[in-house]
């Protein structure tokens, strides 16, 4: 079966640009996670959904972000606009369920000039 | 406050060497649920071991080893015989029973294996 497939894996945009980022969590896990990696604040949960509703979005930094699940096989995350301190790498995940371990997609790296 | 704490930011060995990492939770919860994750040089995020609060038996499997003590809320990860694939920065993780699927990490222990 194949992982979480996350879309770009990289990205370079310039600053005021929208961005969108892409996720497919493995079938049949209800729940989806959009992480944010830097060196300086360390892994940050964004938002996350169950059976493609939002239950915690108090983690997305400002209005500029966005995350949308319209289906269970489907997930976007949008900046916009985008500036450079939003550089970094974003990791969607999904899981079967509570108290599940989380799977983690390879990543998108994203670069904002 | 901190839901979990990983107090090593960097460790270093020399390759065959032990070393442990260590993992210090806090939950008022009785039923939660603690993760390691290795991420390489490359990388992903690999998930390692789950463990729930009911279960405090320790887990091996090959040169990796969970020692999980409620009596002093620790979940530390040890491996035997490193090796340079080791390396990589490690992280645990935390999920409560009552808030669901969100996990709380571990600002990551950094571990180098030197050939």
């Known amino acids: 079966d194949a992982g979480v497939i996350q879309s770009p894996r990289h990205e370079v945009t310039e600053m005021g640009q929208e961005v969108t980022l892409r996720c497919k969590p493995i079938s049949g896990h209800n729940s989806l996670f959009w992480y944010r990696q830097t060196m300086m604040r360390g892994l940050e949960l964004l938002i996350y959904?169950?059976?493609?509703?939002?239950?915690?979005d108090s983690g997305m930094p400002e209005d500029r972000f966005s995350a949308k699940m319209p289906n269970a096989s489907f997930s976007t995350l949008k900046i916009q606009p985008s500036e450079p301190r939003d550089s970094a790498v974003y990791f969607c995940a999904s899981s079967p369920g509570t108290g599940y371990e989380q799977y983690f997609g390879p990543g998108t790296r994203l670069t904002v000039t | 406050a901190q839901k979990v704490t990983q107090a090593q930011t960097e460790i270093s060995v020399v390759e065959k060497e032990d070393v442990t990492l260590d993992c210090v939770y806090e939950t008022r919860d009785t039923t939660y649920y603690l993760f390691w994750y290795k991420q390489p040089p490359s990388g992903e995020l690999v998930f390692l071991i789950r463990?729930?609060?009911?279960?405090?038996q320790n887990e091996i499997s090959g040169r990796y080893s969970w020692n999980f003590q409620k009596s002093t809320s620790s979940f530390n990860f040890t491996i035997t015989a490193s090796q340079v694939v080791d390396s990589a920065v490690y992280f645990c993780a935390l999920s409560e029973g009552h808030t669901g699927n969100q996990f709380y990490f571990g600002t990551g222990t950094s571990l180098t294996v030197i050939p």
């Open positions: 463990r729930n609060s009911f279960d405090e």
């Open positions: 959904f169950n059976n493609n509703v939002p239950i915690d």
